[in-house]
């Protein structure tokens, strides 16, 4: 939909007409060809498309840390080493990304701009509660592409400023939604981080040892899982690690990313097979 409508200046009828404080709503009826799920695919055949993993999170007392690793594959090929799985979706939750990459950045993009919509229009933020579902809206009207192989099943997580706590969200491809208690992971190397994860998880982690224990899931999950891409120090490629309190959102730099992986590759020189009991 062009804003300036044929060089007038003047914006289109569609964007002066109250409607739905949802910007989905809003393309499916004046665009809907502008959303992932209603593209046009090959009725034959399964799309070959980079897919990213592992994604981890883990409560502690006062907020949630969201992390991923860096790499994205095409079968058997590394497609990119770098790429970026983690995202804000608004001040106080994040989402990030397994699945098809390119589709799922997409998705990512369309869900931070649903969350400003509705807070645009309705001059309130969402619950977290109300964040999950419309994340699960959105999932759900990819099925179509899901069964061609363009899955995206993202871990949503966040600072619940009613409850005040951190929460985690996980989906299914389907656009089923479940809360996770304490911890969780999607992606290929889910199983191997999700066993870390339960053998170091306690419920009063300081946010260090919980950022210090995401990094040990996702090395685990590196360590059996080749789509899953461990801490590159020769590259400076760094897991990237969020946390989420009632401060907000923020980004661990990659100095603090770069620290916490060395620390990490240190110790499992000592313990290669990794940390029998205590994080730190």
């Known amino acids: 939909m ?20 949802s910007f989905m709503d809003f393309l499916s009826e004046h665009q809907p060809e502008l959303l992932p799920g209603k593209r046009q695919l090959p009725t034959q055949g399964v799309i ?9 999170a883990v409560t502690f007392p006062g907020g949630v840390v969201l992390a991923g690793d860096r790499r994205a594959t095409m079968g058997n090929v590394i497609a990119q080493r770098d790429i970026e799985k983690v995202f804000p979706a608004d001040e106080y939750s994040a989402v990030g990304i397994a699945g098809a990459a390119g589709l799922a950045v997409e998705m990512v993009k369309l869900f931070q701009l649903e969350l400003e919509h509705f807070e645009k229009v309705e001059g309130a933020q969402l619950s ?15 099925l179509g592409m899901a069964m061609q192989g363009l899955a995206v099943v993202p871990l949503f997580a966040g600072y619940d400023l009613d409850r ?24 290929s190397g889910s199983i191997f981080a999700r066993g870390a994860m339960k053998k170091l998880f306690r419920d009063d982690l300081s946010q260090e040892q919980a950022t210090t224990l995401v990094v040990q899931a996702l090395y685990d999950a590196a360590d059996d899982d080749s789509a899953t891409g461990g801490p590159d120090v020769a ?13 907000g959102f923020r980004r661990l730099t990659e100095d603090e990313s770069s620290e916490l992986s060395r620390a990490v590759l240190e110790r499992r020189l000592q313990e290669p097979d990794g940390p029998k009991a205590a994080l730190l």
Request: aromatic letters at 6%.
């Open 2 to 21: 062009e804003a300036n409508s044929r060089g007038t200046g003047r914006l289109p009828a569609a964007f002066l007409t109250p409607g739905s404080s």
């Open 48 to 56: 070959e498309a980079p897919h990213g993993t592992t994604i981890v």
């Open 128 to 142: 977290l509660e109300g964040k999950a579902n419309r994340l699960s809206t959105m999932i759900r009207s990819n």
């Open 164 to 187: 005040e706590k951190g929460r985690i969200f996980s989906y299914d491809v389907t656009g089923g939604r479940s809360e996770e208690h304490n911890f969780a992971a999607t992606g």
């Open 235 to 247: 590259r400076r490629i760094y897991p990237i690690i969020t946390v989420i309190t009632e401060d």
